[in-house]
Structures are given as structure tokens and as C-alpha cells.
């Protein structure tokens, strides 16, 4: 066969991602116990599977004390501790990445450090290669009241003001909490209308927006080029929270819910494609803490380059 005769045969692009989704990526919180015993084979692995990109989790050297804190209080129940570049510099880590054909265009960080060492945050995001700095979720005693909410959007525009400043891009990943009516208000509106869309971006849940019973793609005709990154996970079954989902014991009762994309109800296909079209450029895999992750994240990324 002649090289003429297969290009015709096999299209170039048969052997690539689709036009939907040309770098598909995972969040590290899906897999941390191997990244933290095995780092280096969990990236080969990562990459032989397709993945292009990774979303790292802190906190970092860098990070604020009051992030070291309050990660160290909660790892004892997680199982894992480590975090960041898993014990390297930042120098380092980027070529374990570059080696294995990776990028890290996201990294979620806390509050306290996007409020008090976005300098330090900013010299790692722009030497690892990363664009968006991404707070996971508010603190509860931030988010009590319509007007935590209001307060909320002008740090978000503060922060967004002091990233662009240091080169690099805020984001605010949504849980389930905020969609609850207020007063005749949904707060998690007042963060939107309340901040400045050159500043302040959004990385979008599937499965937490989905919990709250909220429409995906109403949100994303909605809010258009607000949500840049999308944490792409299904759903087994249609659930929502038992309350407002406003704490992590109502997340951590859906876990169980959560599994490998194209494997669950979520109508990944329609949302994806209105995501495409309306400004998300990352697609995120993310299944906290899943079992298997080697065949998990494989099943997801095939039915993700499938579509």
C-alpha cells in the first residue's frame, strides 16, 4: 500500500482527538494516590491513555499558611497528603510533564493565597506554562448571605485584576451551592452580574450543577465566554443534594453517583458541543478519587474522542 493509498484510506485526523475536544484533559484530585507513590509512571500512563493536559490541586510551596492548614486538617480522612509539583520545583515538574507530551494550562489554588501571594502564584503559573488560576470552591463563612455573595464578586474582581496584572487569568470552579432562591435571588447570579468578564472567568462542574438541578446548557447560552474550562464528569443516576448543597457532607453523599463520561444520563454530547460554542477552551476529566483510575480515565477519554 502506498503511502498516497493510505492517506486516503485513514484520514489524518482519525488518529487524533475530534474537532469538539482537540486536547482533552484530567484534574490530578481524580487519581492522587498514585500520583503521590508513583508520580512518574502515573504521568506516562496519563499520556499513553491520550490526555494532553492536567489540572494540578494545592496547595504549593507558595501557597498562604492558612491553605497549608487547612489542607493538613483534612488529609488524614483523604488518605494522601501530597499535593502541588508532589515534592519537586516547579522547574522540575514542567519537564515531567514536557516529557510525557503534558501541559498544565489550570491549577487550583485557595482563597487565602489568591487573596495574599498571587506574585509567587503567578511566577510558578507562568514558569509551569499554566493560564488559569482557579479557586475550587468559597468557604463557607464567605458565602452566608445575598450580601457575602455581593462582597464575594468584589474579590473575585479584585483578585481577577491582580492575576491580569501578574499575567495570568482567574477562574471560580462552581460546587452546588449558590442556586438556591434568596430573597427572591439566586446568589450564585450576584457573582456573575457582579464581576467584570475581562476579570473574572468560570470553570464549570457537570456533575455539582447538575446535583444544585441546574441546566448545563442553559447556563452556558446563558453566561457565554464566562466558563473557560469544564470539569467533564457523568452522572449514574439523576440526584440532587439533600439540602442546599452547601457542605461537603451533601458532596460527599453523591459520590457514589459519579462515573466515567458516556456511562451515565448527562447529555455529554449536546453540552460539550453548546460548551465548544459559546467559550470553554479546556475540557477537564475529573472522577474524585476514583477507583481503577487506569481503566476509568481510559473509558472516559475514549468516549470523550469519540465524539
Not at 35 to 61: C, D, H, Q, R, S
Not at 160 to 167: E, I, V, Y
Not at 233 to 257: A, T
Request: glycine share 8%; net charge neutral; proline share 5%.
Amino acid at each position: 500500500m502506498t503511502l498516497a493509498t493510505s492517506a486516503f484510506l485513514f484520514p489524518a485526523d482519525i488518529f487524533t482527538p475530534s474537532s469538539l475536544m482537540n486536547k482533552i484533559g484530567v484534574q490530578f484530585f481524580s487519581l492522587p494516590k498514585l500520583l503521590e507513590k508513583y508520580l512518574a509512571a502515573t504521568l506516562a500512563m496519563l499520556a499513553k491513555i491520550g490526555y494532553k493536559e492536567v489540572e494540578l490541586y494545592g496547595p504549593y510551596p507558595f501557597s498562604n499558611e492558612a491553605g497549608k492548614k487547612s489542607w493538613a486538617a483534612v488529609t488524614p480522612s483523604l488518605g494522601f497528603s501530597a499535593s502541588g509539583f508532589f515534592g519537586h520545583s516547579v522547574t522540575e515538574f514542567k519537564k515531567m510533564l514536557s516529557d510525557n507530551g503534558l501541559s498544565a494550562p489550570s491549577m487550583h489554588t485557595d482563597f487565602d493565597t489568591l487573596e495574599k501571594n498571587m506574585p509567587e502564584l503567578a511566577e510558578a503559573a507562568q514558569a509551569l506554562g499554566t493560564n488559569y488560576v482557579v479557586l475550587p470552591a468559597i468557604p463557607a463563612e464567605r458565602r452566608k448571605t445575598l450580601d457575602d455573595y455581593k462582597k464575594i464578586a468584589e474579590q473575585f474582581n479584585a483578585i481577577g485584576a491582580s492575576a491580569k496584572k501578574n499575567g495570568i487569568k482567574f477562574a471560580y470552579h462552581n460546587h452546588g451551592y449558590g442556586w438556591t432562591p434568596v430573597d427572591g435571588q439566586i446568589p450564585v447570579e450576584l457573582i456573575f452580574s457582579g464581576t467584570d468578564p475581562s476579570l473574572v472567568f468560570f470553570e464549570m462542574d457537570l456533575y455539582w450543577t447538575s446535583a444544585a438541578g441546574v441546566d448545563p446548557v442553559t447556563l452556558l447560552k446563558k453566561y457565554s465566554n464566562r466558563y473557560r474550562l469544564m470539569h467533564v464528569k457523568d452522572m449514574s443516576k439523576k440526584v440532587h443534594y439533600s439540602g442546599d448543597g452547601g457542605d461537603p457532607k451533601q458532596w460527599f453523599e453523591l459520590w457514589q453517583y459519579m462515573t466515567t463520561a458516556g456511562n451515565g444520563i448527562l447529555d455529554l454530547k449536546t453540552i460539550c458541543t453548546t460548551a465548544k460554542a459559546n467559550g470553554v477552551e479546556h475540557f477537564i476529566v475529573e472522577q474524585d478519587l476514583v477507583d481503577n483510575p487506569d481503566k476509568a480515565l481510559k473509558s472516559s477519554y475514549d468516549y470523550l474522542v469519540s465524539l
